[in-house]
Structure formats: C-alpha cells, structure tokens
C-alpha cells in the first residue's frame, strides 16, 4: 500500500511520518507519533472517544484521513493544559467529578469545548445534552458531565 | 473534619492522567518487535467445519504465524472454564461442555473463534485472513429459548441430550401450589428480561509476551480482575504455574461484568506467545466486541403472585428460562439462579417461594453477569408484579408495599429463599422517594399533560439486592469453584506514607482515592501520603477482584483488617518507646498515647523506629511495619431502596420522554458521596437504556442484527435528565468494619422496573396493561394503535 509522508502541525509542534494512503488520523496519532491520549472505542463514528480540533473544530480523527489533514493544526488532549494548569474545561471535569474510567473523557472534553466555543453567548442544559449527542459515556450517566461543561462555560465565557 | 476523611466528596487523584490522555490502558502498550493478531470469526451462527485451508494465508506480506482450531486441539490445551457448577434438580449438575479458545469441530455464535492470524501490523494480519478457505457446512440454528427446547432441535453441543444446561429449583413446590390454590386473588404476568450488550467504552484487548530466559508469561489484558485470569488460565487452560505466569490490567475503560471473564483471546495470545517468540497484541475493534463480549439478561419468565383480599403477599411462583448462549462463560450458571432466585422476596414479607430455572444453550453469543447480574432481573419480576397486582386488587401501589415491607423491628430477616437480610428502613426509603419525586403533585401534572394530548405515567421500583460477595463457604455450598474474600497489604515506609495494595480493581470506581481515604482515617495520615496499588499478580499477592458492588465491602474490610495488624504492632513499638504496658497505649488520628497522660508518638516516629529497631524491642517483635490480611465476609450485603420514574409520552409519535427520575438508596456508610453519587448515574443510564432503548437482537438464523451501534441504541445525553438522588445511611451493615453495603449496581436494579412501571402507568389510561422492555416508540405506538382499533 502506498504511503507518503503526512505533515501537520500537532499541539503547536511541527511533525512528520510515513503514513499509508488508508491510515486514519487517529492511528497516525496514536501509532505514527506514540499520541495515546485519543482513544478508539467504536468503529462506525458514533461513540467520540477519538474527538481532536482541526483548526479549531472537533472532529472525529476516526473518520478522517490522516492525508486529508496534511498542512493543518491538530489539538489533543495532550496539548490542552499549560504546564500543570489545567485548561478550564479539564479543572470543570474533575471538579464534578465528570469522569470515571476515563476512556471517553479526552473525546468527551474536545467535543466539550466546541460546545462551549458555539455557545459563547449562553449555553442551557437542553443544549449542552443534544450537542453531545456525538459521544458516548457508558460509566457516567452524563449527568456530571453536562454540569462540568457548564460551569466550565461560566469560565471560559468570563 | 480533616480533609480527606471518611465522608468528604474529596476530588479523584487518578483524574489527572485521564484528563490530560495520559491514562495507560492496554492499547496504549508497545513492545519493541512486537506482532498484531487478529481473530477470525464465524459469520454463521451453527456450522460444522469441515475443513480449513490457511495456506495462501501463510503466504500473505507480513504473516508470522496461523493458529487454528486444529493446532489448539493438537496442544491438548484445556478449554476456557466455568467457575461456578449449579446442580439441579435430583442432584444433576448442569452440564459443561467443552469451550475450546479456537474451535476445531463447528462454530456455535456469530463470532466463535476459528483462527488467528499473527503478523507484522494489523492491517497485513486482517488482509491475511480474508486468504483463509473455511469449509463450513452450515446446520439449522437454535436461537430462541423456544427453539432450543423443541422437540428434535439441533444440537449446540453434539455430546449431550439436549439443549439444556440445567434444571435447578429453589423452594418447595408443593407447598407453594397448595398456598396458590387457596388464594384470594392471583396475578400473573409473563415477562421478558431483555438481552443487553454491556458497551464499555473501551473495547477488549490483549498484550502477551513470553520470556524464553525464564519460560516466563506476561499478559496485559482489559480485566476487572486480573488474579482470577491467573488461576484460570494458568491452572486449567495453559498449565502454566502460577509463579511464571504475571497477569497486568492496568487503568481498564470500564467493565460493567463483560470484562470479568477469562477470554479466548487471552488465552489464544499467551499460548501463541511461546510459540512466535515475539510479543503479540491484539485489541477488539467494536464490532468484534458486540459478536464476542459476554452478553446480559436474557431471560423468559412466567411470574404469580398470590394475594389475600387484603392484598397481602401469600406467595410468588417462578418459571425462568434463562438463555447460557453458545458456551458457559466464567460465571454464567450463578446468575439466574444464586444472584436471581435467591434475591426474588424483595423487601416483601412473602412467606412462600418457589422457582424453577431452566438454563439453555442456543446459537448465540454467550450470556453472563452484567452489572446488576441477576438482581435487575428479580428486581424486574417482582416490581412489575407488585403494580399489576395494585391495578388488580385497586390497592393503591405504594399503600400495597407498605402492607407487605419488611419492618425494621423484624432485622435481621430470614427471607424464604436462602438469604438473610442485615438491616434496611424500606419504609423510610419509600417516604424519602415519594416526597423527592413529589408523589402527590402527580395527578395534577397529570392533568397537564392530558391539556397538551399528552399521557403522563410514574412508576416506582422499591428494591433490595445482594451484593459484597461473598462468603467463601456459602459460595462454594452453592458450587462456585473460588473462595471469595478479598487481601490487602498495608505497607508503612520508613518515612511514614503508605502503599496499600489491594486485590481489588478500578475501573472507573475511584478506589484509588478512596483507599486512600480509607487509609487516611484510620491511620491517621495524610491523604496525600498514601498510595494505593492494583492490577497487577506481580505487586499483589492474590485478589478476586471487582464486580458485584463488592470492593469497599471485602476490598475495603480487608484494608481495615490489615490497618487493625498495623496499629496492634504500632502499640508495641510505642510501649515500648513510651516505657509502657501496651494495654495502656491508644491510638486515634495517628498518634499513639500513653492513656491518661500527654506522652505520645505519631505514627511517623513508630514506622521509622519499625525500620530502624536500635531502642526497639526486639526479642519480642520482628522489625518492619508491613501487614497482610484477607477477609472473608461473613453474610451478602443488602443495599436497598425506592426509585421514582416519571414519563410523558405523545401518542401521536410513541416517544417516551422520561421526565424525571429520582432515587433514594441506602448504601450503608458513604465513604466518598461525590463517588456514590456517580456510580448511581451511571447505573441509572443503564437501566434506563434497557427500558426504552437498548436490545440485542438476532434473527432467525441467529446473526445478530444489532451489531454495531448503529443498530444497538446506546443512551446519549439527550436521552436521560439530570437524577436526583439521596442516601440514607441510617441503617448500615452489620457485619463488616465499615458498615458499607455497595452502590456500584443499585441503579440498574431499580431503573428498568421504575421506568417500565412509569411507562404503563401512562399507557394504562388507553387501556395497555403489558409491554415488554425496551418500550421504545415503535413498541409503544404500536401498542396504542393496537388498543384504540
């Protein structure tokens, strides 16, 4: 299978590898560069577990080319906190005790912050809910999770 | 209260790592050459396998090596054993057929493992596989319960009579007619616990290695219990001595039950790890997950319950037939039968019990315990019985339970089925879930609805259930083949802090911040100064593991027996130190004490006294501080509760919308509420999943047709509400040092009850009376459209 070299831009670092033409921007990050804070846990885009930012949007690196994002910026999960303070997000999560085994967590805290990013205005539970139709909790019962998004929104909306 | 202790909702330690994606799960393992498996599956339900051809196979790029169901029967390995032996009536045991990891004679689900393909990634072993040439002859299959009991159905298992496993029954049959026959009123129900996949968020996955310097295995693997892989696999599979055998399960992405069992691809990979020399991985994608990860429930069940015209509870006649699936996995046969029937008097005074299960076989992927394991299925039966029984007699539902409650001036209870009850206010419960979910404002948000052409329905499930398991003794009567108890190592540093290494496992659960905790109070230490370790048969002696709703009852007891080891020591060290008689040393909140006097040491100056004994007593007393100890518990424990659902449903479309959902539990002592809290969510979710949304399906021919979740409806966050949940800790376990009784399971075990319940208190006014879970809105439109015609 051919492969070509996928450059991008990945937590404000500039990286390279060989990358085969099907390789899914998930596993160039998790196996082409050793990036395992995004997790797989479905195989047909529904569960989020795999959520990045492509140039500042979520979106499921389980269902994109690792080809297609050549030249862009990636964020993980590895890349949100400074240091060893937490993004307000992240704080938000573990204040409320959003998270228990964590495997949807990275997934579930990039989708979280487009969440917030869309609704800078005013953020209600009605829609924090719908908008995290894209990612699956099965430990949590989401009902931490939508009050740690909007406390983080009060946060980062200051 | 100083922060940290028993009580306080302190934030979790372990959420750093998940929060910056820096969690170690077994995915996230890489060793230097290593290979990648992948398994081949039947995609037929029941097929004799006449031959295989792996040859073009072999030659593939990048294949290392092909295993099959030939090359497994040839190593005259054992197959995967079940842990727990049920003997049925006249003293049959149920039978065991052989559960090869790779199947040489004919597959027996979609997903029975043919052959595995070892190669240099993943892609060239998948590509690989295709290669392979199976001759399968393809046999009727058997999917049903219905259809495995016919007369003249295909065999799952060619060596034995039928498809039956067992035939078990606890209570006394006769007795039982005779009470119904004389009973004033009878009301029956037929019901269907539907069969569930438990969906953790991470999917399966395995890492082995051999180390040929030593003959040395090690295997990381997704398990809620990695000492009881070791026995299982080391002892009855491979026979591999427990000494060069390490099982590792570091941080696992949730369990709920389905990662409990010893796995095929377990197994598969340590075997083939000697032989290919090279460690090899193997991760499930999701679809392999939904054809393989043991499945839930499934149960068919005809239920009565006799009545006297004071709507008194006579007695409860139960038929079961519970679905075992193409295999017995680990725990399967204990779950409709010593995690089921023993459970079905609730928190009912009925006098009378008797049931019959029956276990099958069929062509479909193998059923075990999934969170609840068998209670949510009691819990069920009797719930659904109790509010059928309320719009039969008119006995308003809630005044029909206070009638029949246990009181708790009749604590310590001996139900009729096995169990004894510790302790419980079912009464209190019931009060606190009526006034949270505001129980007499019903009727007129009722009223509202029916404004809007909307039906407005509540629901309760007052429930109690068995969990903390379990007395060795009583388990092993009951022919479970492991002890029960749980071990703990207390180990104090020189320096004062602590490792607590505990058999116990998380998996979400948060035992890392509170066994901290745990340790914290009762010795006195800073929570921050104590580390607590799992996971992992190297680092820990022995441990049964999580599941059950049983870790801080066993887990946590064995960590408080062994702290009592460390502080019967630390009183001699200070005796001595303190020129004392060790019957006049105290201990409280780290500091040992001279009774009545001001002379004193902390913990700190004991622990390093114990590693540096120069003015030590040393005849008497070995240095060191560093204790073991195993508990055993003495009885289940029982927590217990009232759940309150509230739903609205729009006949023009079938939709339920669950409005509200309330829960008062009663867990004993809360060690860390925010936890309690959370684990009551997540449960909840479950149960409401299988209420309204969630069904493993297959067709006729036994594929499954829910095999992906794009078929299989996972609850999202727009299906449920925000809960509102309260505990009573008012009456705690009587029989362990914390007084805690578990939480982990208490919402799946209300929550389908409740919400169904809701669900046809609504439906009743257009006259439905019956629906099976999941009431989704095809179901339910259907109903209505039924019942208007």
Redesign the interface.
Known sequence: ?ATTTVSMTVNGKQVSAEA?N?TLLVQYL?EGL???????????T??G?CTVHIDGMPIKSCTILARQVDGKDVT???G??DGDK?HPM?EA???N?A????????GM?MSAIGIVDRNKDSLD??T???E??G????????????KAILSAHKEMTA | MPDGSIGT?I??R??????????R?V??F?RPGQTYAWMVRSSVAHAKIKSVDTSKAEAAPGVVMILTGADWAADEVGGLPCGWQVIGKNEIPMHEPLHPALVADKVRHVGDNLAVVIAETK?QARDAAELIEFDLEELPAVVSMVDAAAEGAALVHDDLPSNLCYDWEIGVKDEVDAIFDKADHVTKLDLINNRLV??????RAALAEYDPAGDHYTLHTTSQNPHVIRLLMGAFVLSIPEHKLRVVAP????G?GTKIYHYAEEAILTWASKKVRRPIKW?A???DSFMTDAQGRDHVTTGELALDKDGHFLGLRVMTNANMGGYLSTFAPAIPTYLYATLLAGLYKTPAIYCCVNAWFTNTVPVDAYRGAGRPEACYLIERLVEQAARETGIEKTEIRRRNFIAVSEMPYQTPVALEYDSGDFIRNLEDGLEASDYNGFASRRADSEKNGKLRGIGLATYIEACGIAPSAVAGALGARAGLFESAEVRVHPTGSVTVFTGSHQ????HETTFAQLVADGLGVSVDSVEVVHGDTDRIQFGMGTYGSRSLAVGGSAIVKAMDKVVEKGKKIAAHLLEASVDDIEFDAGTFRVSGTDKELGIGDIALTAYVPHNYPIEELEPGLDETAFYDPKNFTYPNGCHVAEVEIDPETGVVDLCSFHAIDDFGKIINP??V??Q???????GIGQALMENCEYDDQGQLITG???DYC?P???D?P??VVGTNEGAPCTHNPLGVKGCGEA?TIGAGAAVTNAVLDALGTRGIHDIDMPATSHKVWQALQQSNG
């Open positions: 299978m085969e099907r998790r050793g990036m395992t804070g995004t997790h797989v846990g479905c195989d047909t529904q569960c577990a993980t999960i590895e949100l906190a937490l992240q999560f573990r204040e005790h998270l228990q085994c964590g495997f949807c967590t990275p805290v539970e009605k924090v809910r719908e995290l139709e990612n699956f909790c099965r430990c949590t019962g989401y009902h931490n999770i939508v | 909702p934030k979790r372990e959420d750093q790592r998940f929060l910056t994606g820096t969690g799960y995915d996230d890489n892609e438990a969906n953790p968020i991470e999917p941080d696992v992405g949730g709920f991760t994608d999701r679809s998996h979400g659960q948060g925010m936890i809290e959370g009551v969510h997540g449960g909840l979710v479950q992906s979740f794009n996972l999202r966050a727009d449920v925000n809960f919402g």
